[in-house]
Each structure stands twice: as C-alpha cells, then as structure tokens.
DNA sequence: TTGACAGGCAAGTAGCCACTTGCCTATCAT
DNA sequence: ATGATAGGCAAGTGGCTACTTGCCTGTCAA
C-alpha cells in the first residue's frame, strides 16, 4: 500500500475517485487529463489501477464491458494506527 | 513524505524511533540489526535518514559529535485529510 | 454479423532509487 | 597530540518501476 501511495499519478487517481467515485478507465483517462493535465497512456492509467486495487485502496466492480472503480481508503487507518498522531 | 514511507527499511527506522525516541545514528544501526534483522551499512541508514528528515517525518538534534534522531508523525496528518476513512 | 467500444496481456526501455565503496571531517577522551 | 568515535560526502552499480508499443479478448449496437 506504501508503494501504491509513492506515486504522484497514483496519489491524483485517488483525489479524482474520492471526488467522483465509480469511474471507469476511459472516464478517468480523461477526467485526468481534462482536470490534472496528466497526459498517460490508458494502459498506464490502468497498470496505476492494478497496482491501486492490489493495495486494497481501490475497489471493483464488473458489468458488461464496463469496469468502475471505487476509492476505499479503509487501509490508510493502517497508517495512524502504526504511528499515532500526537500534537 | 509517501516516497519516503514507500521504503521498508525507512518504515521500520520510524517504528524503532516511535518505540525509543531520540536515537543516534550508530544506535539505530544496532537496533535495526539485532530487533529487525536489518543488516545494511551504516550510510545506507544515514541516507535513509536523510529521506525521512527531508519529508519532515524525522526531527534532528545535534549535540557535539552525536544526532539524535526524533520521530515526528504529524506529517502524516496530510493523509487521512486528504483521503478521509469512513466505515 | 460486423464494426465500434471498453479493457487486458506482454515484452521492451529508460529513468530512478537503494545500496555499496572509499575517503574525509569533526568531536572527545587519554 | 593522537587515537577512537560519530558522522558526512560523493561516485558507481544493480535492480526496480513507470511508461510505451503492439496486439489480443470480450461486449454491445446497428
């Protein structure tokens, strides 16, 4: 999951599903690059949700030749667990 | 800070401060190698140092010839704001 | 059924990153 | 002063990773 989050492009994909969730590939090929300026290729965009989904950061559902893909930051509470944040 | 806490050797530099705080360099090295099995030279820990000073997770001290090393989570406050957990 | 659309697979490439190696500086005790 | 200790600087190297390219599979509408 740490690694999943050291991308930029990644990080981007993230803001976009927490804003607008359930986009499918070609949907957020273009929203990012319309609203980010990240000019990727949609198999790079899509190697960025594999690498998400396997991270558990990113949820899926299939229907037809539709995939949409849904933020699920429950992994990141792994974050603040291991390192409470004190002031 | 997410490239720094993509690395396992750096996380475990952050968990070993958060159990004793304030290590020197030397100390960490030691630690790192008795309690995690980490076996890497001592200016690999000092660059992975570096990274984790530079994302603002690690705070320095110096004191004469030592420096002593201190844990700073606050940092990772960005994440769960950026990305709120919700059940 | 056939063309268009949404997505997947896999190999190749270039850049980055963790790590080592070798040497140097600074501080302190004897 | 001098050796020992704590740390720093910098170049080189190997492996990982993000990205591209080319082609393929599956779904749906006309």
Redesign the pocket.
């Known amino acids: 999951m740490f690694?999943a989050l050291?991308?930029p492009?990644r990080r981007t994909i993230l803001d976009e599903l927490a804003e607008r969730d359930g986009q499918?590939?070609?949907e957020l090929c273009s929203r990012l690059l319309m609203k980010h300026g990240i000019d990727?290729?949609r198999?790079?965009i899509?190697?960025?949700l594999d690498?998400l989904e396997a991270a558990g950061l990113v949820q899926v559902k299939r229907d037809?030749?539709?995939?949409f893909h849904y933020l699920d930051s429950t992994p990141l509470r792994e974050i603040t667990e291991r390192w409470p944040i004190r002031d």
Not at 64 to 67: D, H, I, S, V
């Open positions: 690694k050291a991308d492009t499918t590939l070609f990727s290729t198999q790079a899509s190697q960025h690498v037809g030749r539709y995939k």
